[in-house]
């Protein structure tokens, strides 16, 4: 049964106003979709093929939005959700659906985007790439807000719906030793005499170290130096500020950050201000899977783009290839560089400072031979390189992605325009818990 088999409520004519409606499927951001004569209502908190009673959020001229007030018929795969925060922090959209349905229902959204945006489907699907379900996240980034007059600081993830802080004491997806940070964190933060200025706090977390950055927007005098110290000491953290947007300074020594991928024999060290993947786990099987579709073969020349402090660029200089680390920031070039000389790679690895959203064709025409590629762009994708694909000429292309709406734009470009096959794509459990589709996919030149 579908929405048009349930007559829905008479059409709202205020954002109060209840609609009764069949769910119809997920969006790429974890939301459940149904449709009132053709036009979207997108859905908090609901599920495919329930019947739900729903409250009207927000309404545009192109979609309608609505959170779940009552579920009528609920979906055999419903759980209830195991946060305590869960009805107002916006950073988990899925606990309401099995784990074991979270990574299906991540295909389906992946395969839709592909079908609809790209018109194309992969000749196959890759297993799909699953890991812990609680306690993964290795690094967070809080908003931090004072209320009462400043009297209070409150210290949480985007509220649902809104753009104020939702509060929370503690978070599951965490890794434990990040959640049992926060109350301790934000008692200090309470203390300082700037904390009506302090706007986020950032937190990360390997096997040897931990470390907390503080960004502000007036400069801490030494009284609030002094408790931050304190705190560092007791929890065992290294404590970086950041004045506005200006570069990380330590509060005292720096703090030895690296994570490793034993399949390859590699550690990448890194700074609280480098990408790091926030799931290590996922991150090694993603990389092995990587390797896997890419094949570095000794004597070819690979280019990875977006490379970052070198995540996929090491394990392809270690299988034997020549490799080029393409990416705009200095400062990640630089620990790239610094990886590739601590693994011993230093030979096969270089490094090429590029914008890789203002690429023009003459630019490209000076890296000369491009045997492979690998993409792992941000959110926005990788357009304007895909646009130069067939100048480039790889015969494999490796593309990661965090969203797979660009990706499904991308691939119709490639597929479309640049001559190349979507030959394989798959889905990562990088986010559990969460809306965000992580995937891979495998372009061959036709």
Not at 20 to 45: C, H, M, P, W, Y
Not at 178 to 187: R, W
Not at 268 to 295: D, E, I, R, W, Y
């Amino acid at each position: 049964m579908n929405s048009s088999d349930i007559p829905p409520s008479p059409s709202p004519d205020s954002d109060s106003e209840l609609v009764t409606i069949r769910v119809d499927s997920l969006a790429d951001d974890g939301v459940a979709v149904a449709r009132i004569n053709g036009k979207a209502l997108f859905i908090e908190q609901a599920l495919p093929g329930e019947l739900v009673r729903a409250r009207y959020t927000r309404r545009k001229r192109r979609f309608d939005r609505a959170r779940v007030e009552e579920v009528l018929e609920p979906s055999p795969h419903r759980v209830e959700p195991r946060c305590p925060y869960v009805d107002e922090c916006g950073g988990c959209a899925l606990q309401h659906l099995e784990s074991e349905h979270q990574l299906p229902a991540r295909a389906r959204i992946l395969r839709d985007k592909l079908d609809r945006i790209g018109g194309v489907q992969p000749a196959r699907m890759l297993p799909p790439v699953s890991g812990p379900q609680w306690s993964y996240r290795s690094r967070a980034r809080f908003g931090v807000v004072a209320v009462e007059k400043g009297a209070k600081v409150v210290m949480g993830f985007r509220a649902r719906g809104h753009h104020r802080i939702a509060g929370i004491a503690g978070c599951d997806i965490l890794d434990p030793c990040l959640s049992g940070l926060i109350p301790a964190l934000q008692k200090v933060l309470q203390t300082l005499s700037v904390r009506c200025k302090v706007v986020s706090v950032e937190a990360m977390v390997t096997d040897t170290d931990a470390a907390v950055v503080v960004q502000h927007l007036t400069p801490l005098g030494e009284a609030d130096r002094a408790r931050l110290r304190e705190f560092a000491e007791k929890s065992k953290v290294v404590i970086y500020l950041r004045l506005g947007r200006q570069l990380l300074v330590p509060l005292g020594e720096e703090a030895d950050l690296h994570y490793p991928l034993p399949e390859f024999d590699l550690t990448l060290h890194f700074s609280p201000g480098n990408f790091v993947q926030t799931n290590p786990v996922v991150n090694q099987k993603l990389v092995s899977q990587a390797m896997a579709l890419l094949q570095p073969a000794q004597g070819e020349r690979i280019f990875d783009l977006f490379c970052g402090i070198g995540n996929f660029t090491l394990p392809i200089a270690r299988l034997g290839a020549e490799v080029v680390g393409v990416e705009d920031l200095p400062e990640t070039l630089a620990q790239a560089e610094k990886n590739a000389g601590a693994n011993g790679l230093g030979g096969r690895c270089s490094f090429l400072k590029t914008d890789l959203f203002q690429l023009e064709r003459d630019e490209i025409a000076g890296w000369g031979r491009v045997d492979k590629l690998l993409l792992d762009p941000p959110r926005s994708g990788a357009l304007e390189i895909c646009q130069l694909m067939a100048r480039l000429g790889p015969e494999r292309v490796v593309y990661v992605s965090c969203d797979a709406a660009t990706l499904a734009r991308d691939t119709k470009e490639l597929v479309s325009s640049q001559g190349y096959l979507l030959e394989a794509v798959g889905v990562l459990d990088m986010f559990p818990q969460t809306g965000h589709v992580e995937s891979i996919a495998l372009f061959l030149k036709a």
